[in-house]
C-alpha cells in the first residue's frame, strides 16, 4: 500500500473556542497507480485529509504511513524532502507567482535541487509542449488565460517527476470545456502509474471511468468507500 492513514484526526485551533476537528478518526488506503477521490461537500474534511497526505500538515493524533515510513511525527526537514520528492501538489487556487513568466514558475520546484539549470529547462521545456503552452514559456501569469494557467499549475506539479499528484477542487475555476480538457490530462497520468487523489465535490470528477476509488467524507469521517475496480462499496 503506498499510502496508509490510521486513525487520524485533525484538530485546527485546539482547546480555544474557535476549536473545528476537521478530521475525525480516519483511516484509509491510497493504492499505488490508481485515482482515488476525496469526495464531500464544503466542510467535509476533504482539503484536511489531502494536506495530511501530503505531509502539508500534522495530525493531532494517528499515523500516516507513506511508502512504509510513518511519516506523522518526522522533522519538518525530512518533510519538506518528502514532498519535494515524492508529491506533485495541484491547488485550487494555482497558487503561481504573478510578475514571472509560465517558464520561471514551472521550474520553481527544481530550484533547492542539485539538478543543472540546463536540466531544469529542459524538463520544463518538454512538460510545457506536452500541455500545449511551449509557446507561452515567456509570458507572465496575469497574461494568460484561466486554463493556460491551470496547465502552468499542473505543468509545476510534475517538474519534478513525483509518484503521486494531489489536486484539491482542480476544476473550481474552469468551465466545461477547460475541464474536460484537465481530466484527459488527468487520464493520461494514470496510464503512465501515476498515483492521483484528488479532493471534489464535481461529478465531473468523480462519475469518470477512470476512477478507481471514491472515498465519501462528511464532517470529517469517512461514510463510505466506492471500490470500483471490485464493484464493491462500504
Not at 487556487?93 to 529547462?121: C, D, H, W
Amino acid at each position: 500500500m503506498l499510502i496508509r492513514t490510521e486513525r487520524v484526526t485533525k484538530i485546527y485551533n485546539r482547546g480555544r473556542p474557535n476549536e473545528v476537528s476537521a478530521v475525525r478518526d480516519v483511516s484509509v488506503e491510497i493504492r499505488q497507480g490508481e485515482i482515488t477521490v476525496l469526495r464531500g461537500p464544503s466542510g467535509s474534511g476533504k482539503t484536511s485529509l489531502l494536506g495530511l497526505i501530503g505531509c502539508m500538515s500534522r495530525p493531532t493524533s494517528g499515523r500516516i504511513v507513506v511508502k512504509g515510513r510513518d511519516v506523522a511525527r518526522l522533522p519538518e526537514r525530512f518533510l519538506t524532502e518528502i514532498r519535494r520528492s515524492t508529491y506533485g501538489f495541484i491547488f485550487q487556487q494555482f497558487n503561481l507567482v504573478q510578475g514571472v513568466s509560465v517558464a520561471e514558475n514551472i521550474m520553481l520546484p527544481l530550484y533547492p535541487t542539485a539538478l543543472r539549470y540546463s536540466e531544469i529547462k529542459r524538463r520544463a521545456e518538454r512538460i510545457m509542449d506536452r500541455l500545449r503552452i511551449l509557446n507561452r514559456r515567456g509570458f507572465k501569469i496575469q497574461e494568460l488565460s484561466g486554463g493556460e494557467q491551470q496547465r502552468v499549475a499542473i505543468a509545476r506539479a510534475l517538474i519534478n517527476a513525483p509518484e503521486i499528484i494531489l489536486a484539491d477542487e482542480p476544476t473550481a475555476h474552469l468551465d466545461t470545456r477547460l475541464s474536460e480538457e484537465l481530466m484527459d490530462i488527468i487520464g493520461e497520468l494514470r496510464s503512465e502509474g501515476k498515483t492521483v487523489v484528488i479532493a471534489t465535490h464535481d461529478p465531473l470528477i468523480y462519475e469518470r471511468d477512470f476512477v478507481d476509488r471514491v472515498i465519501e467524507m462528511r464532517d470529517g469521517r469517512v461514510t463510505g468507500i466506492e471500490d470500483r475496480e471490485s464493484g464493491g462499496a462500504r
